[in-house]
């Protein structure tokens, strides 16, 4: 089973709500991984968990604040956007340590978010 | 620092016809190099990779790519397209002294006409 499971699939949300976008994996996986991407464009890295450890944080704003509660979750919470922050958010995760080379990444299908 | 160059924005191809997707990198050393396919809406699935060894990379649904490490390049090639291989193409290089962390192309959106 190599399958990341991502909800919700769409949000809308305003400028001035809390919400929370949800990464699932149970393939063992210690390294995972958040990517923004916008239409038509390449995914951007985000952040970055090794063992439950933020170990890259892609100089991303505040409003975006990453968790890691156990191995097999992932959170991003999302407080004060702004609409250009809508966009696809792509989760994926990879086996071992990040940063380990041989380790592909796994995809997640995404949240479509829209910020109002 | 590395970068990757998918130099087709759009690609269309009748289907059944053969297909190759062109990928160019910049980097110092071999890099890792992977193809992933995403279908709208969808997030990225994996073709195929490269790490070392046999230049010619066979992967998932009858895609192959090889290593031109003179061209700096790594296309995709499949010999005869299905409709359902309509999707956006993107190429990635992973730095292996800089975590794996992946760089991706532009990408190449395919069409395919019956």
């Known amino acids: 089973d190599t399958e990341v499971t991502q909800t919700p699939k769409h949000l809308v949300m305003g400028m001035t709500n809390k919400k929370s976008l949800k990464c699932e994996q149970h393939m063992g996986h210690r390294a995972m991984y958040w990517y923004k991407q916008k239409a038509k464009k390449p995914p951007e890295l985000m952040f970055v968990?090794?063992?439950?450890?933020?170990?890259i944080n892609e100089s991303v704003p505040s409003r975006f604040s990453p968790e890691c509660p156990n191995s097999s979750l992932l959170n991003l919470h999302l407080h004060a956007l702004q609409p250009e922050d809508s966009a696809l958010y792509l989760c994926a995760s990879s086996q071992g340590a990040a940063g380990r080379t041989s380790d592909t990444q796994y995809f997640g299908p995404g949240t479509r978010l829209t910020v109002l | 620092a590395q970068s990757v160059t998918q130099p087709d924005i759009h690609i269309t191809v009748s289907e059944g016809a053969s297909l190759e997707l062109r990928c160019n990198y910049s980097?110092?050393?071999?890099?890792?190099l992977f193809w992933y396919v995403q279908s709208p809406g969808q997030g990225l699935q994996l073709l195929l990779k490269y790490f070392s060894g046999d230049t010619l990379v066979q992967g998932i649904k009858g895609f192959e790519a090889e290593f031109k490490r003179s061209q700096s390049s790594f296309n995709l090639r499949k010999p005869s397209v299905h409709w359902s291989d309509a999707a956006e193409y993107f190429c990635a290089v992973g730095d292996p002294n800089a975590g794996n962390m992946l760089t991706f192309g532009g990408g190449t959106r395919l069409m395919v006409k019956p």
């Open positions: 980097y110092g050393a071999t890099p890792y």
């Open positions: 968990y090794s063992y439950e450890k933020l170990s």
